[in-house]
Nanobody, 127 residues
């Protein structure tokens, strides 16, 4: 079992920054992590970013590439999503997700491949 708790959401002006954190507990060995978001009025969760267990593989959606980064702190068992140059269209509930086994690159963007989810944190980008 893996437990995930997100934090760091809030209200920010366009062009601003936020850092989301996802604290991981339970079985963490070999766990791969991803961030998804669910925009207002949308049913599906869209892929945002992925980081492998070692941190050597990182992927981003085209909409956030160059603005968002993802990192891990192994001592704190925490994964971070640093969001810069935020836009109103980044407004969403952000979720971290985990999978206890490795995943092939072509599958990292599919939410159904992740068994564990956090409760979500709201990010609102507005002036």
């Amino acid at each position: 079992q893996v437990q995930l708790v997100e934090s760091g959401g809030g209200l920010v002006q366009p062009g601003g920054s936020l850092r989301l954190a996802c604290a991981v507990s339970g079985r963490t060995s070999s766990t791969v992590m991803a961030w998804f978001r669910q925009s207002p009025g949308k049913e599906q969760r869209d892929f945002v970013a992925y980081i492998s267990w070692t941190g050597g593989e990182r992927y981003f959606s085209d909409s956030v590439k160059g603005r968002f980064t993802v990192s891990k702190d192994y001592d704190k068992n925490t994964v971070y999503l640093q969001m810069n140059s935020l836009r109103p269209e980044d407004t969403a509930v952000y979720y971290c997700a985990a999978r206890a086994r490795r995943i092939v690159t072509s599958e990292v963007r599919r939410p159904e491949n992740y068994a564990y989810w956090g409760q979500g944190t709201q990010v609102t980008v507005s002036s």
